[in-house]
């Protein structure tokens, strides 16, 4: 190449930088692209473009420019350097982080590319964390969907099948969280759930408390009377109750054998029972103690006819 040419591109390379250094990337991009056409086989004006198309959020560019750096330059640590970034902001973090290893690899002495690749594996490390997190909580979540669908066969209306489906995802949720919040521990109640508020009350979720129902069968006979007639009085149609697993003296529904055994039943936790006319389900939160801190396991389902903690409420 004429030795004009390469001036040339080098005196557009210096506009560009100054550009950059201005915060004029567009412009910046442009004088490159002009300095490039000067001078096709200068790695460092791809490298340079690179960085002003990443800088424009034009991660695409960005990348392909990083790629004909290391095709022109193999060796030269900036070109992996510009890969890895364009790779980061396109979330390819697995990817970013090869990237940036390479470029250490060409350069084991670079400080700008050690502090990346410390601060993209611990980015790294964040999100499996995250994602294990999110993956843990889907699992103790139940299948809201199916439990709708099963509510719409036996209630009338989509707005009710809407409403007490929310009535019980919102109470679920809520004791799950409330059962690692209070270091393992939760009050035993029962909410009913009233489509329309009373004269008496505004509040279309009225609260019970229970801890006393489960002592003795006495104890629970009078407090399932109780009940029956408190739905009947607030108009109720739909009833969940929640109680821990350490409140229950009678029935101890987890020491049934053959089928009326089930995968968790040794372990700690609480029941969720929820209450409909003729529609009746159960469910264990199995519970445990880890790292100090206690962590709600995936739910299971039992068949409420064999593990009722309370029977029906509603006839």
């Not at 709708?148 to 009338?156: D, F, P, R, V």
Request: net charge positive; aromatic share 8%.
């Amino acid at each position: 190449m004429a030795a004009s040419s390469e001036e040339g591109a080098a005196s557009l390379k210096e506009q560009g930088n100054s550009l950059f250094k201005a915060g004029n990337y567009l412009k910046a991009a442009a004088i490159y692209t002009q300095a490039i056409k000067a001078d096709p086989s200068n790695a460092a004006l791809y490298s340079n473009r690179s960085a002003a198309f990443l800088n424009l959020l034009k991660v695409t560019k960005a990348l392909a420019d990083a790629e004909m750096t290391i095709q022109l330059n193999p060796t030269w640590e900036k070109g992996y350097f510009r890969k890895g970034s364009a790779l980061e902001a396109m979330d390819r973090l697995d990817e970013a982080l090869a990237a940036y290893k390479e470029a250490l690899q060409q350069n084991p002495k670079s400080t700008e590319v050690s502090t990346k690749i410390k601060k993209l594996s611990q980015s790294i490390r964040n999100n499996k964390k995250a994602k294990d997190r999110a993956r843990a909580n889907e699992e103790k979540s139940l299948n809201f969907a199916v439990l709708k669908s099963e509510l719409g066969q036996k209630l009338n209306g989509e707005t009710l099948v809407e409403n007490v489906h929310k009535f019980f995802k919102d109470l679920f949720e809520t004791s799950v969280k409330d059962w690692c919040a209070n270091g393992g521990k939760l009050d035993a109640r029962v909410y009913f759930y009233r489509e329309k508020e009373s004269e008496s009350s505004q509040e279309k979720v009225v609260i019970v408390a229970v801890d006393k129902a489960f002592e003795s069968p006495d104890t629970l006979s009078s407090c399932l009377t109780f009940l029956r007639q408190h739905a009947t009085d607030t108009s109720s149609i739909a009833a969940c109750l929640v109680v821990p697993k350490q409140c229950i003296s009678f029935p101890q529904v987890w020491k049934g054998q053959g089928s009326r055994k089930w995968k968790h039943s040794q372990l700690d936790g609480f029941f969720i029972q929820l209450e409909l006319c003729a529609f009746r389900r159960l469910w264990f939160i199995p519970c445990a103690m880890e790292n100090g801190q206690p962590v709600c396991r995936a739910p299971e389902q039992l068949e409420v006819d064999s593990h009722a903690v309370i029977g029906p409420l509603f006839r």
